[in-house]
């Protein structure tokens, strides 16, 4: 003879096959609204370094040249082409000269213009030009001061300013997606026990 099933149910009062659900889970930590405040400032400074780090590229100097028309020597980095900066309003020219082998130096146009200015003035680039052997004989007339500097990179420029936008964007984005879902879980969970401190 079968036995009848009890009329309310199994003895632990759940449905037969189904346990006790689950206890809903707590609050996250607070240590995550710091992880995402943390983000967003490491945004803001890194897009400031790195603004700071492309703009002094583009502004570096290898040696100030008085114009005054006497041949001055200069050492440069063989890394890459150099140009001139001549100071804008002086008429300024400039030849240069590569002490190894005596000969004049070609320099070669620039695309497109360029210009910087800093506390010591303003200037335009002209030509740029291979710097041989590093040590060159530059002379300038028109008066003031010319500059010998890198050549500019525009596709490193280009994508040292590409990156300073896209890394601090990523770190602010992601600092506010962690303060957004944390904030959303800390709103509809229960609070956790003191005991539980650490992130989840």
């Given at each position: 003879?079968?036995q009848?099933?009890?009329?309310y ?26 992880l ?8 803001v ?37 150099r ?30 213009s ?75 969970r ?11």
């Open positions: 003879m079968t009848a099933p009890p009329p149910g199994t003895p632990s009062g759940y449905p037969p096959g189904h346990g006790p659900l689950p206890p809903p889970k707590k609050r996250p930590s607070g240590w995550w609204f710091v995402g405040g943390a983000l967003v400032v490491a945004a400074a890194v897009g400031v370094a790195m603004f700071v780090w492309v703009l002094s590229s583009f502004l570096e100097t290898d040696a100030k040249v008085p114009a005054d028309g006497q041949p001055h020597v200069v050492t440069v980095e063989t890394d890459g082409d140009t001139l900066w001549l100071q804008d309003g002086t008429g300024q020219s400039c030849d240069v000269v590569d002490t190894r082998t005596g000969e004049a130096v070609a320099q070669d146009p620039l695309i497109g360029y210009q910087r200015s800093d506390s010591d003035g303003e200037w335009h680039a002209t030509g740029s030009f291979d710097p041989g052997s590093g040590t060159l004989e530059v002379t300038c007339t028109g008066g003031g001061t010319a500059l010998v500097a890198p050549a500019p990179q525009i596709g490193s420029f280009a994508i040292g300013i590409l990156l300073t936008i896209l890394v601090p964007l990523g770190l602010g984005l992601a600092g506010l997606v962690v303060l957004l879902v944390t904030g959303i879980l800390w709103a509809v229960p609070a956790r026990s003191p005991a539980a401190t650490t992130p989840r």
